[in-house]
C-alpha cells in the first residue's frame, strides 16, 4: 500500500520555525517528485514547494521564498520542509504529496497525499 507520512506541524510565534517531514512507503520514492502544499481555512488548496526527481526544486509563489527550504532525503525516503521566520498567514494544514517524475501546480496530478499536518502561528 503506497502512503505518506507527514508530521512535524504545531504552533509557532510569528517569526519563529517548523521542521515538517514527509515519510513515502510503497512506491518507487527516487522516480517521483515530492511536494508540500496546504490549505488555510475558508481558502482553496494551494502549491508551497516541490522537489522533482532530479532534485530541482520549485517555489510556488514568492510568499515562502526565501523562508521556506524544501529537501529530501532519498536513502530514508523521507522528505522535508524547513519553514522559518513564519507569518501568521502561514498558518494552514500542511499536505505531503508526491507525483511521477516532475513538479506542478496541478492538484489533480498527484495520486499519493499524506494526512496533514496542523501549522498554526500566533502570539
Known amino acids: 500500500q503506497s502512503q505518506l507520512l507527514d508530521s512535524g506541524g504545531g504552533l509557532a510565534q510569528p517569526g519563529g520555525s517548523l521542521k515538517l517531514s514527509c515519510a513515502g512507503s510503497g512506491f518507487h520514492w527516487n522516480y517521483y517528485a515530492i511536494g508540500w502544499f496546504r490549505q488555510a481555512p475558508g481558502k482553496e488548496r494551494e502549491g508551497v514547494s516541490c522537489?522533482?526527481?532530479?532534485?530541482?526544486?520549485?517555489y510556488f509563489g514568492s510568499p515562502v521564498k526565501g523562508r521556506f527550504t524544501i529537501s529530501r532525503d532519498n536513502a530514508r525516503n523521507t522528505a522535508y520542509l524547513q519553514l522559518n521566520s513564519l507569518k501568521p498567514e502561514d498558518s494552514a494544514i500542511y499536505y505531503c504529496?508526491?507525483?511521477?517524475?516532475?513538479?506542478?501546480?496541478?492538484?489533480?496530478?498527484?495520486?499519493?497525499w499524506g494526512q496533514g499536518t496542523r501549522v498554526t502561528v500566533s502570539s
Open positions: 522537489m522533482d526527481s532530479g532534485g530541482l526544486v520549485t
Open positions: 504529496v508526491a507525483k511521477s517524475t516532475y513538479c506542478n501546480t496541478r492538484v489533480e496530478e498527484y495520486p499519493y
